[in-house]
């Protein structure tokens, strides 16, 4: 798995980016009471605002970690959002994307780096 500043995971499943939040984001957040997911086909920017969880201390955007095509959302999410608290690096991943050069993961945080970068 890689790990962004933002407190995304991303996990490599062939040839798509699952994407979700880290257990810190979520303890973070709070219970977990609504997402909105992005629109599958989306083509999205790294940077783009494609997700927004509300929690009951504050709402949050989810940012696109790398340039790619969302291919699938989580629906079980927006019936669900206290997957996220429950969950957070296995049930509750956001969407799945299709990244065009994989090789873009490699700027990403390695496990150890982010437990060193959240200190």
Request: proline fraction near 3%; charged fraction near 30%.
């Amino acid at each position: 798995m890689k790990y962004t500043e933002e407190h995304e995971w991303l996990r490599v499943e062939g040839d798509v980016v699952v994407v979700g939040i880290t257990e810190h984001a979520a303890e973070q957040l709070g219970d977990v009471v609504f997402i909105e997911l992005p629109e599958i086909e989306a083509t999205v920017a790294r940077g783009d605002e494609v997700c927004v969880i509300e929690s009951v201390k504050a709402a949050s955007d989810i940012l696109a970690p790398v340039d790619g095509e969302i291919v699938e959302v989580n629906a079980a999410l927006t019936e669900t959002p206290s997957l996220v608290n429950e969950d957070p690096l296995g049930d509750a991943w956001f969407f799945k994307m299709k990244v065009d050069d994989l090789s873009v993961l490699d700027d990403l945080m390695t496990e150890d780096e982010y437990k060193d970068f959240l200190g």
